[in-house]
């Protein structure tokens, strides 16, 4: 099924995931408008998409995606929105109000305007994250939808999407201003990676600081299973054809789908290391300190943190949570996204790896310059 001709959004277009996506829809679909919906537009984004926009429009939308009068202007006459837009946040660096606003508000703002502007379908970027970890790091191993498990969610961020996607989940089929009625799903990829990841940069930085040997934060047997940002776009694409087309609108409307592909299962630090050891980096092959007095160190840290608050807000640099999903096995199958979706990877892991790694070698030399000065 095609979206020749669609008008669709997307938000968060210049984001990591956003702008693959955009580029995807020119690349592949000759729709006849896409509009960009983000805080900022950067001049440089628009420039690098030039070459693949054919005939398509591309528009710009700078705004807020709270204020409801300007999302209604975006979704006016559209008949897709891809939600790809939210703030990320696992060491609570970020105020509850402003996260909640953007996460949950935000989506609730969507899909208002999609119900008062007769938008069709609705894809939503949920994350890994509304699954778990749970605190007492209890594991899953090639998990899939059907997979159940207890989780108390602690991070706001992982708190905040669960909501969204929640309220996305629910809006299916709710009746649209001219009688249509609404499609949404939603997707959970696992830890994205690739070009522009900005987590990989954080880590290479660390790196560098630590003479180009990466810092160990996961066991070697906490095995999870990341995801290339091109193969997530194209998750997403084939989310918005099977919601076109009226005989899987059904099947695909008011589900979530895992999204991995082919890379092999790995812990965060070690995954780390697959991409960076082409530069030179080594990895740390222990922990800094048992695991067990790691989270006491974190427990005492947030509790420092938490009285200081009042004075001023300081982010721990690694929190029991987060340790939690570093060190937790958390694996999952994307059976299902292929069954009902029609998704496969695009990719392969070894083109992934390669396209990142080059990435990575462009950035190592502004890293090691911002670093030094």
């Known amino acids: ?59 710009v939308f700078e705004g807020d995606i709270r204020d409801a009068e300007f999302v209604r202007k975006v979704c006016r006459g559209a008949s897709l929105v891809f939600h790809t837009a939210s703030i990320i946040d696992v060491n609570d660096s970020v105020e509850y109000r402003e996260i909640h606003g953007v996460n949950v508000k935000g989506t609730q703002v969507l899909l208002e305007a ?9 894809i939503y970027t949920s994350t890994i994250e509304v699954m778990g970890p749970n605190p007492r790091g209890e594991p899953i191993v090639n998990g899939n939808e059907d997979t159940i498990y207890n989780c108390t969610l602690k991070f706001t961020y992982s708190k905040t999407k669960k909501e969204a996607e929640q309220w996305t989940l629910r809006a299916h089929g709710e009746v649209l201003q001219n009688g249509g009625r609404l499609a949404t799903c ?29 810092l160990r934060m996961s066991q070697r047997d906490a095995l ?50 697959a991409v960076m050891s082409p530069l030179g980096f080594g990895i740390q092959e222990k922990l800094m300190l048992p695991l067990r007095l790691l989270y006491v160190v974190c427990f005492f840290v947030e509790i420092l943190c938490a009285l200081l608050r009042p004075v001023v807000r300081v982010a721990p640099p690694l929190n029991r949570q987060l340790l939690t999903m570093l060190n937790t096995p958390f694996t999952f199958s994307y059976q299902r996204a292929e069954k009902d979706l029609g998704y496969k990877p ?24 911002r670093i030094r000065g």
């Open 114 to 122: 999609c119900i008062q502007e007769n938008v069709v379908s609705f």
């Open 1 to 59: 099924m095609s979206l020749r001709g669609d008008v669709c959004v997307v938000t968060g277009a210049c984001g990591f995931l956003g702008k693959r996506l955009v580029q995807l829809l020119l690349e592949e679909e000759k729709m006849a408008e896409i509009r960009m919906l983000d805080k900022h537009v950067q001049p440089q984004v628009l420039l690098t998409l030039e070459n693949c926009r054919g005939s398509t429009k591309l528009s």
């Open 346 to 369: 695009r990719y392969s892991w070894e083109e992934a790896r390669l396209h990142t790694v080059e990435w990575l070698a462009s950035e190592l030399p502004k890293e090691r310059e």
């Open 224 to 273: 999870v299973n990341p995801v290339y940002v091109g193969n997530v776009a194209a998750a997403h694409l084939q989310a918005a054809r099977g919601l076109k087309d009226p005989q899987k609108r059904n099947l695909i409307g008011g589900k979530f789908y895992f999204i991995a592909d082919d890379t092999p299962p790995v812990s965060y630090s070690d995954f780390n290391h």
């Open 186 to 214: 939603a997707l959970r990829p696992m830890y994205i990676f690739g070009e522009g990841c900005r987590f990989l940069l954080g880590h290479m930085g660390d790196g560098i600081r630590n003479k180009d040997v990466l």
